[in-house]
């Protein structure tokens, strides 16, 4: 499955980005989709998973703030940033996983997405 992302850009603190990233393949609308982000100079981490019944996940760091969503036939998924921060700045990846794995609070290791899109970067400036 090909993933590709976009809306990424620069934001003051306190202000919103929407994410969104396109699945396309002969299998899609069967994975269970999520996002990645890497901070500068930093190891990449989870940020948020949505399962296949819907079920979202979401790091600690970002509830309350950001929303992972599907469309109906789940070949776009978004992730609404509001209230950003400045440690917030990374570049994003949308990934996919399939089969999708039974996660119940946390998000599974990067090991776990089977594809990645390129990234998008996003810039939260004080």
């Known amino acids: 499955v090909h993933l590709a992302e976009s809306g990424g850009g620069s934001a003051q603190a306190g202000r919103s980005l929407r994410l969104s990233c396109v699945a396309s393949?002969?299998?899609?609308?069967?994975?269970?989709m999520g996002w990645f982000r890497q901070p500068p100079g930093k190891k990449r981490e989870g940020v948020a998973h949505?399962?296949?019944?819907?079920?979202?996940i979401y790091a600690d760091s970002v509830k309350g703030r950001f929303t992972v969503s599907q469309d109906n036939v789940k070949t776009t998924q978004y992730l609404q940033m509001d209230s950003l921060k400045p440690e917030d700045t990374a570049m994003y990846y949308c990934v996919a996983q399939w089969p999708c794995l039974p996660y119940t609070d946390h998000m599974g290791p990067e090991d776990e997405y089977n594809f990645w899109g390129r990234g998008t970067q996003v810039t939260v400036s004080p």
């Open positions: 949505i399962g296949s019944y819907g079920k979202a």
């Open positions: 393949g002969s299998t899609y609308g069967k994975y269970c």
